[in-house]
């Protein structure tokens, strides 16, 4: 009749805790226990979770140096170039590269590039927009941005187990454990 | 988020508390978020509504007649080239900054008061950003041309001239809108995520989603996402320093007297921040009371940006002093005169004015009393934002309109169209806010979370 169901494919086992001492808890104990492919879900930044799960440091500084510095030059650069190469004016016997005059358009110019690639370097970075995530299957999951905090282990994990992993994590005492349909 | 010590082990822990007590994650997000999903329209909002939106289409009006007749229907002329359009402009750009300040700079000084207060302090610098706007957008005569303000190639063959403060403002005013609805933007995407997920009805649910981008609240996305925003908070701190100083230079590069000062831009900077300041009451005040607010909104809020609105409102009236000062210590003859002319000339009485209104009305806040009355805050903070406008009014006009030569001195005089210009942005200004407060959180409910007791997270090694 129907076709020969293949083992149930899931995106991983997601456990539900009340608390954010709760969910720090569970994230060490499953750091410790090899887990990597896993991944916390709070309403709000929980520094202690992210060190749990062995995030400690990120690109975003690099980033935005980066893109100060692109911003700061380009913008000495245009100054330079069309007041004294394409255009230049004689403005009460100033020099055509009046540079003290020039380090505000700098100045706004550094800081709107390293704006411009923080924002979009954060976004890059998280992969956002994403339309489509499997973690929204999970019907109680909508609360990650109320007030309950997840830990969701995911199948790619080489430690994976689905009945091994979900024991794992029930010996946090979350409030309960879901699969995550992918 | 451990280091930071509770509360109650601050000193002072008589003051008021910075959210009432007896409130959970749950019950902060579902009190904020009720207010746009759930909360009918109420008719206070709806009047409110009504006599903001007609004002705003005031101000559309008197924009389509200029564009028909010209600037000439405002009261500006030789020797008042520069009127109302610079003096509101500043205004507004001045109100604005408040909102930078609470966002970024008391972010970066972990001054956790402000995490009731920066949301609609960030959308107040929004709107002010978007109504000082207009006033150089239209001034310029032509405003169908005004992109010839950016450097871009054009077949005409010329460049901007980078050499202009004007230029500078350009750049400064453009990046600061930028910046400040970015800020605003990155701020709100985890509130969109929780508005998405709690919104009932499918056509919010779909509007919120997209905007929220698919957030999810993974720990390594709150990683970047508070790296981000530190760093937005460090970049906007000069920023906002930055503006209103170039804002200062369009005058003190100038050569008119009462213009030309090194003072200005600490003492313009000041003054922006103590004008915002009383924008933020203005508006805080009535909101907290029309919708409940004052678990979150609490009287130390209040009372600490009366303080903040001192301090500032006393470097301003140092300002004052110092210019007093340097009018006669300068030795010219017009810079004197100027001085002179500013108290005792035909607009003396704005000078006056302003004193009263800038210098002596907040010093009642030394007094806690003050600080406590709701209703001194209010009425204070109605004088400080009549003073600020007062102050650009002196500064703009009593300067120019005796500079060097008698024979080319003259008086300005507004006209109706000036005022309802200015009326107008204060009507758009108050529409935006007004569909601000029903579409967004106007409380960050993320950042509300992080400051309860429960969101402590106890170190214990294992």
Same mark, same amino acid.
């Given at each position: 009749m129907s076709a020969p169901v293949a083992a149930p494919r899931i995106y991983g086992l997601m456990a539900e805790f009340e608390n954010p001492a709760d969910l720090v808890r569970a994230c060490r104990g499953a750091y410790e226990e090899g887990f990597r492919n896993m991944d916390a879900y709070t309403p709000f930044p929980v520094e202690a979770v992210w060190e749990a799960l062995g995030v400690h440091k990120n690109r975003m500084p690099l980033i935005v140096l980066c893109g100060a510095v692109i911003g700061g030059c380009s913008g000495l650069l245009l100054e330079w170039w069309t007041a004294a190469v394409a255009y230049p004016l004689n403005i009460g016997g100033r020099p055509y590269f009046s540079l003290p005059a020039f380090i505000p358009i700098t100045f706004e110019m550094t800081i709107l590039f390293g704006v411009l690639s923080c924002v979009l370097g954060m976004l890059a970075l998280n992969g956002l927009p994403m339309p489509y995530h499997p973690v929204f299957n999970v019907p109680r999951f909508a609360l990650a941005t109320r007030d309950r905090f997840f830990l969701c282990i995911e199948a790619t994990d080489p430690k994976f187990d689905p009945d091994a992993t979900r024991r794992f994590l029930e010996r946090f005492a979350p409030r309960s454990v879901s699969e995550v349909e992918p | 988020m451990a280091e930071t010590p509770t509360m109650e082990a601050q000193p002072g822990a008589d003051r008021p508390p910075l959210i009432e007590p007896g409130h959970t994650?749950?019950?902060?997000?579902?009190?904020?978020?009720?207010?746009?999903?759930?909360?009918?329209? !109420?008719?206070?909002?709806?009047?409110?509504?009504?006599?903001?939106?007609?004002?705003?289409m005031m101000l559309f009006y008197s924009l389509g007649y200029l564009v028909l007749a010209g600037v000439g229907i405002w009261g500006e002329n030789i020797p008042v080239g520069w009127a109302f359009d610079i003096i509101n402009f500043v205004w507004w750009i001045g109100i604005g900054h408040a909102g930078t300040l609470i966002s970024a700079i008391l972010l970066l000084l972990r001054q956790e008061w402000r995490t009731s207060i920066n949301r609609f302090a960030e959308a107040m610098t929004i709107f002010a950003v978007a109504c000082a706007g207009i006033y150089p957008a239209m001034h310029?005569?032509?405003?169908?041309?005004? %992109?010839?303000?950016?450097?871009?190639?054009?077949?005409?063959?010329?460049?901007?001239?980078?050499? =202009?403060?004007?230029?500078?403002?350009?750049?400064?005013?453009? +990046?600061?809108?930028?910046?400040?609805?970015?800020?605003?933007?990155?701020?709100?995407?985890?509130?969109?995520?929780?508005?998405?997920?709690?919104?009932?009805?499918?056509?919010?649910?779909?509007?919120?989603?997209?905007?929220?981008?698919?957030?999810?609240? =993974?720990?390594?996305?709150?990683?970047? %996402?508070?790296?981000?925003? #530190?760093?937005?908070?460090?970049?906007?701190?000069? #920023?906002?320093?930055? /503006?209103? !100083?170039?804002?200062?230079?369009?005058?003190?590069?100038?050569? @008119?007297?009462?213009?030309? !000062? +090194?003072?200005?831009?600490?003492?313009?900077?000041?003054?922006?921040?103590y004008a915002g300041f009383a924008m933020v009451l203005l508006i805080a005040i009535p909101l907290r009371w029309a919708y409940g607010l004052q678990d979150f909104i609490t009287m130390r809020h209040l009372q600490n940006m009366?303080?903040?609105?001192?301090? *500032?409102?006393?470097?301003?009236?140092?300002? $004052?002093?110092?210019? @007093?000062?340097?009018?006669? $210590?300068?030795?010219? *003859? %017009?810079e004197w005169y100027m001085t002179k002319n500013r108290a005792f000339g035909p607009y003396g009485f704005t000078y006056w004015a302003l004193i009263f209104c800038n210098g002596l009305t907040p010093q009642i806040f030394w007094f806690s009393w003050a600080r406590s009355s709701i209703a001194c805050q209010f009425i204070v903070s109605?004088? /400080?934002?009549?003073?600020?406008?007062?102050?650009?009014?002196?500064?703009?006009? *009593?300067? #120019?309109?005796?500079?060097?030569?008698? =024979?080319?001195?003259?008086?300005?005089?507004? *006209?109706?169209?000036?005022?309802? +210009?200015?009326?107008?942005?204060?009507?758009?200004?108050?529409?935006?806010?007004?569909?601000?407060?029903?579409?967004?959180?106007?409380i960050s409910i993320f950042e509300m979370r992080t400051i309860l007791p429960e969101a402590e997270v106890k170190e214990e090694h294992a």
């Open positions: - | 994650f749950g019950s902060v997000t579902d009190h904020i978020s009720s207010i746009v999903l759930t909360q009918p329209v !109420s008719r206070g909002w709806l009047v409110g509504f009504a006599i903001a939106f007609s004002l705003t310029v005569g032509r405003p169908w041309v005004d %992109y010839w303000l950016f450097p871009y190639p054009n077949t005409m063959g010329v460049w901007p001239q980078f050499r =202009s403060p004007l230029m500078w403002d350009v750049f400064a005013v453009s +990046t600061y809108a930028t910046t400040s609805i970015l800020f605003w933007f990155i701020g709100l995407i985890p509130d969109l995520a929780t508005l998405r997920d709690r919104s009932q009805n499918r056509f919010s649910r779909i509007v919120y989603g997209m905007l929220a981008m698919g957030w999810r609240g =993974s720990a390594r996305h709150w990683n970047r %996402y508070e790296t981000a925003y #530190l760093l937005l908070a460090g970049l906007a701190t000069p #920023l906002v320093l930055s /503006v209103h !100083s170039v804002i200062s230079f369009d005058f003190a590069i100038g050569i @008119v007297p009462g213009w030309h !000062s +090194t003072i200005f831009p600490p003492y313009f900077v000041a003054g922006a921040i009366c303080k903040v609105m001192m301090a *500032t409102g006393l470097i301003v009236f140092y300002g $004052y002093i110092m210019e @007093v000062f340097f009018g006669w $210590y300068s030795g010219s *003859t %017009y109605i004088i /400080v934002s009549i003073g600020m406008w007062l102050e650009r009014f002196v500064i703009v006009v *009593t300067s #120019l309109h005796r500079d060097f030569v008698p =024979s080319s001195w003259g008086m300005y005089y507004p *006209t109706k169209w000036d005022w309802s +210009t200015y009326i107008g942005t204060i009507g758009f200004f108050v529409t935006l806010i007004f569909l601000f407060i029903r579409v967004l959180p106007m």
